[in-house]
């Protein structure tokens, strides 16, 4: 109802955690942005920067394994820290190894990957991070289809840093034409996202992940992911692994 | 993880939607606040203002005639509209007739009744709105338990003037140590109500429900349920039906 009272709208819509995504997701033919700020999907961002050929993202350790079993270099992070018998996790300095470049890299994270996961039948996928930004809105803009931006958030709770990323795009198309279906969520992002754009790391000072990122001393990865627009790449889901 | 780094954190947390709450409902010791200000929980208050004396809340439609059938006066809402068999819905000024004092009354909405379903078997659901903001804070601190705001939503998804409610609960609390555990989504709408608090109704202005009521020539009903504290009365869900 609340979305489809005009089928011709161009919908752009945020929805808040995974385990709503059924409720958002009403037709294929759509973009979904996989959004996991600290830090999935600025890793991501930063490994096809650095030149690493293919993503393959897998919901489960079991699966990563099998993947580093056949010989794949492999990653994996739970709750904010490296999966025993891994080397790297979802940190971005780690993608910035000039050994990974042209190679391809097998991922699982809390919600980044497990996100990717429920948005598989929709028609595309893309990875969104505040490095990438711009280029993010402007595939958006080219696409010509309703969006749907999917904060990976923690455990299926909502996250400020995944919504004020989603609000930054929200607030790009602000006072243009190209989306007419803005709804309730969208606008919240946005809202928030011009409360806070004059200083994100200062606005997130008491969420929720960025505390328990700094109890394990990642501040250095914090500030790293609230840089906007590092890399004008969009990696893009394939079915199988993510590229550019 | 996010939250039960301390056990001993009093916490209180926005739920933005009941397809969310197993999320958030990690134990029954809990009050659950149900909040469905367009117009469920407003009438709601409405109604004990006026001197009813119990509502059920029934999730179905088919519940609410079986009741109808046994002689119960009952009331039904769907999409914003009254169901058709029955004489009210959840306008609030429906429930301002003196021939329900003192009688029970039977609602099924389409979000706020859904919303109580979802949260049964949590030890305490008491019912929330702008209309009883003060009295439902200090319920909430004597009550000395954790607690989920839930917002009823629309079918599933986030909306504007629950999530600002929630917002004005924590605002509540800014300054005060009865909560310790303030998780990001009470961060997020806490922020929007401070940004709003000055007009509610024109932050709503395109909200989309506000949007929906407006088309159905509701206007009145709006204003009507952003006034604050025009009651102290907290209605209180006993299994069966809601009480004061």
Redesign the interface.
């Known amino acids: 109802?609340?979305?489809t009272?005009n089928e011709f709208q161009r919908k752009l819509e945020?929805c808040?955690?995974p385990?709503?995504f059924p409720?958002?997701y009403t037709k294929k033919e759509c973009v979904v942005v996989v959004i996991d700020v600290f830090r999935a999907t600025s890793a991501i961002c930063t490994a096809f920067q650095e030149g690493i050929n293919q993503i393959i993202p897998v919901a489960t350790i079991d699966e990563a394994r099998a993947y580093q079993a056949k010989g794949y270099f492999a990653a994996a992070e739970r709750?904010g820290e490296i999966v025993e018998g891994f080397d790297i996790g979802n940190s971005p300095f780690s993608y910035m190894n000039p050994e990974l470049k042209g190679k391809d890299v097998v991922l699982s994270t809390t919600n980044g990957t497990q996100a990717i996961e429920k948005a598989k039948s929709a028609e595309q996928i893309i990875i969104g991070s505040f490095l990438n930004l711009t280029a993010v809105c402007k595939h958006l803009e080219r696409e010509n289809k309703d969006v749907i931006l999917l904060c990976a958030g923690?455990?299926?709770?909502?996250?400020?840093e995944d919504?004020l990323f989603a609000g930054a795009v929200v607030n790009y198309f602000e006072g243009s034409k190209v989306f007419t279906g803005?709804?309730?969520?969208s606008?919240?992002a946005k809202?928030?996202y011009q409360?806070a754009k004059g200083n994100l790391n200062d606005f997130l000072k008491?969420?929720?992940?960025r505390r328990?990122l700094q109890r394990l001393n990642l501040e250095k990865d914090i500030e790293y992911c609230l840089q906007i627009d590092t890399t004008d790449l969009v990696p893009i889901f394939d079915g199988v692994g993510l590229k550019i």
Chains 1, 2 share one sequence.
């Open positions: 109802m609340e979305t009272e945020v808040y955690s385990d709503l409720v958002y709750h923690w455990k299926g709770r909502y996250n400020l919504s803005i709804t309730d969520s606008l919240a809202q928030m409360s008491n969420s929720s992940h328990r």
